[in-house]
């Protein structure tokens, strides 16, 4: 080799280190900090509905574009990671969460060079981005499955579930699907059933065969590699079946929504095998310092706790579905839930709505107070001590919105189990922007129909409004990302025999918070009693209406909220 060319191979060599030293500088997928937090501790996750939240070509459906323009948004809000509900090619026969190729993007959704633009973006803003993953089952259309139903012999014949029924007309066992009729599909030309927990055109993978593994674990690499910073993994209860096929027990006479028996899921959902897997996919993410969340429901924190494995070595958030059910203001019930959590063998993970659940504007307003309440339960879950999921348009009071008639019903469930299960459609409205024709979502017509009350909630106005429910939680967001009590402080509750108001204390090192949420309709006083804690008097950092602090006692508006600095 000459002279020259050993120089220029130095030289590429050194520009080479040089560029993955300052890749990893500087990026904040790698941030951790002086005291060993992940980036995802610290973070607040923003889910996002791809379909509902902004429509760049006017076709009436969200797109990845849309969610590129909206960044400077989120970035403003105080969003630190967005999860991307399913933008994968599928047939839409479960609007996504039936996924035909899973690297690639929908055409609906753009491109792959889309997807790039928006990865770089969102990094130039520090701002994560998480996909869904289906990792349960695939779509019927789905390279793997239409070679697996070809013959018995075809090499994906074993990536699926395929049995013999019982009989003729008969399948396998009495396992019903969660979307209403049995759990099996009889396929003519192999003469065999396949199972499906979800939809027909959603089947099962077998997780029991390693190739199954092998290639899954592969698709989470593929994207990491491309900017994804994590996943939120789908349905993962239901990754294993009994290989006995025992019939599941029934709970009770009578039928659910769908006209089916009312089943105990024993022998198809939970089984301990499901951990293996979560360990796997937790390895692999760890190449990449990714984060894996969980849609983990779960009957207690003890049943939580398997989520985050021995040592936290599989989910870092595992979504606490038992903290959406309490469903109404009661402070006694949230300290329940808190206290459980709390002490819970990782680190929390607070959620009170998301594309599945019914808005919690609804679920938790009275009809009269609904933006004073909306506040009251931001400042609740964004001053936790974990890490929040909030979801689109829950900041600007985005409401609940079901359809009324069955002919307009878009989701399946809905069309399925009408009028008793009216479908999720009500809470996948598209986004609220400002007061124009169709909320400022699209110029074209809207997949789904915009609430009424867009024009009073939507982005534009409440940005003009200091006490709107956006402006609020600009405002808690702002405090949770600077005050390290908020961030890292140990929780401890206050006036815990309190009915009306749920009080607690965040304390890091000589710092502390205290947040005081009156959950009535009604003016409350509390004492905090903050001599036995080892501080003296509250200052506010945040308030609503006259709620204030005089001492350590802390007077509250109906549905007030204070939140305040506490001093030695």
């Known amino acids: 080799m000459n002279k020259l060319a050993s120089r220029l191979v130095t030289l590429l060599v050194s520009l080479c280190m040089a560029g993955s030293i300052a890749t990893a500088q500087t990026s904040p997928s790698h941030a951790v900090d002086a005291e060993g937090h992940q980036w995802w501790q610290h973070a607040v996750f ?3 509905y791809p379909r509902s939240f902004a429509d760049s070509n006017n076709d009436g459906v969200g797109d990845l574009r849309g969610i590129t323009s909206k960044l400077d948004y989120l970035k403003d809000l105080g969003v630190d990671a967005i999860w991307i509900s399913p933008c994968f090619p599928s047939p839409q026969v479960d609007f996504g969460y039936d996924v035909s190729d ?10 792959l060079e889309d997807f790039d633009v928006l990865a770089s973006e969102a990094k130039k803003r520090d701002i994560h981005i998480i996909f869904d993953f289906v990792v349960n089952h695939t779509s019927d259309q789905h390279k793997w499955f239409l070679d697996s139903k070809s013959s018995r012999t075809s090499a994906h014949r074993d990536w699926y579930i395929w049995r013999d029924g019982k009989g003729p007309g008969e399948p396998p066992n009495n396992w019903v699907s969660l979307f209403g009729g049995p759990a099996w599909k009889f396929d003519p030309v192999t003469n065999q059933y396949y199972y499906h927990f979800f939809y027909a055109e959603q089947p099962d993978l077998n997780w029991r065969n390693p190739a199954v593994k092998d290639a899954m674990f592969d698709v989470t690499r593929w994207w990491y590699k491309r900017g994804v910073a994590g996943f939120r993994l789908d349905a993962v209860e239901t990754l294993f079946e009994d290989p006995g096929l025992h019939d599941n027990p029934i709970l009770r006479p009578g039928k659910n929504a769908y006209g089916d028996a009312i089943e105990e899921n024993k022998y198809n ?73 709390d002490g819970a063998s990782g680190w929390p993970t607070f959620v009170i709505s998301n594309h599945d659940i019914a808005r919690s504007y609804d679920r938790y307003g009275d009809g009269q107070h609904n933006d004073q309440i909306a506040k009251l339960m931001a400042a ?54 400002d007061s124009s024709e169709n909320a400022g979502f699209s110029r074209g017509t809207p997949w789904l129909p915009v609430p009424a009350t867009y024009k009073t909630h939507n982005v534009a106005e409440e940005s003009k409004d200091p006490n709107s429910v956006l402006e609020f939680y600009k405002e808690v967001l702002k405090l949770r990302h600077t005050n390290r009590a908020l961030l890292d402080g140990n929780y401890t509750p206050l006036n815990e025999s309190d009915a009306n108001v749920l009080c607690y204390l965040r304390v890091y090192k000589d710092q502390g918070v205290v947040v005081a949420l009156n959950m009535s309709d009604a003016p409350q006083k509390v004492s905090l009693e903050l001599k036995g804690k080892g501080f003296f008097s509250a200052k506010s950092l945040l308030a609503t209406g006259k709620s204030a602090a005089k001492g350590d006692e802390v007077s509250l508006e109906p549905y ?7 001093t030695k």
């Open 269 to 341: 959902t939970k089984l301990p095998e499901l951990h293996d897997v979560l360990r796997g996919l937790r390895k692999v993410a760890d190449e990449s310092n990714a984060v894996l969340i969980g849609e983990t429901w779960t009957a207690d924190v003890a049943e939580l706790n398997q989520y985050y494995g021995e040592g936290n070595n599989e989910l870092q958030l595992p979504m606490d579905f038992l903290f959406t059910m309490v469903n109404k203001l009661s402070p006694a019930e949230f300290r329940k839930q808190i206290a459980a959590v």
């Open 102 to 111: 899973y690297e690639n993007i929908d055409p609906m959704y753009g491109t």
């Open 560 to 566: 007030g909220v204070f939140i305040g600095e506490v």
């Open 380 to 433: 609740l879950y964004l001053t936790l001590r974990g890490t929040p999921i909030m979801y689109y348009g829950e900041e600007i009071g985005m409401k609940t919105t079901p359809p009324t008639r069955r002919e307009d019903v878009k989701d399946p469930i809905g069309r399925t189990g009408w009028p008793e299960e009216k479908g999720r459609d009500g809470e996948r409205t598209p986004m609220q922007w």
């Open 46 to 48: 923003y889910e996002i």
